[in-house]
């Protein structure tokens, strides 16, 4: 399973949660599988769907899903200590690790090579880790869900992309319909 064939598992338990997804290539596939008001796609800031997947959690009461990559874990490292020292049971990082800067051209990440990210994030503090294969993605999100504890969740798959539109929506008008989603739940 690739990345997309993951996303296409995640979409019955994610429809209508608050997602905040990766740059690039895994925002355009969101967006073309299952558009929602309650999704934000990142369009300009690698490394910081976690970051904003847990500011948000913690400002906040609805469960959130940050969905980010192996590349962009490792661009922005100093996530994981920060999530672990600010737990919020209501956050979810979902690391999709397909060993690839898969938006980039597949070059590889260290991620597919010696380092193990469920490792990190466990050396980092934080307390519930669970690699899983692809195909154990869905059921692992959703124990996560009902579990109502901060998780990591590390989904080993193979890298590869496939075609898909780019999102052709203005940021300023993906950014509010977000924002007046996450307004009309709290």
Do not use: W
């Not at 064939?5 to 979409?11: F, N, V």
């Not at 999100?141 to 901060?150: C, D, I, V, Y």
Request: with cysteine; charged share 15%; aromatic share 4%.
């Amino acid at each position: 399973m690739i990345r997309s064939d993951i996303l296409k598992t995640l979409i019955p338990v994610i429809s209508d949660k608050l997602v905040v997804c990766n740059i690039g290539l895994p925002s355009q596939e969101l967006h073309m599988l299952d558009d929602q008001p309650s999704n934000f796609y990142m369009l300009g800031t690698m490394g910081l769907s976690s970051s904003i997947g847990l500011g948000l959690a913690l400002a906040q009461k609805d469960q959130v899903i940050a969905i980010d990559g192996d590349g962009s874990v490792l661009t922005n490292f100093g996530t994981l200590p920060t999530i672990a020292n600010n737990v919020a049971d209501n956050f979810i990082l979902l690391i999709i690790d397909n060993g690839s800067y898969g938006s980039t051209g597949d070059q590889p990440t260290y991620a597919g090579k010696k380092t193990s990210l469920a490792a990190v994030a466990k050396a980092c503090g934080c307390d519930n880790v669970v690699e899983c294969r692809a195909e154990q993605t869905a059921d692992a999100l959703q124990a996560a869900l009902e579990s109502h504890k901060m998780t990591i969740i590390v989904s080993k798959c193979e890298s590869g992309n496939i075609p898909v539109p780019v999102i052709t929506m203005d940021p300023v008008v993906i950014a509010h319909r977000f924002m007046n989603e996450v307004k009309t739940r709290n």
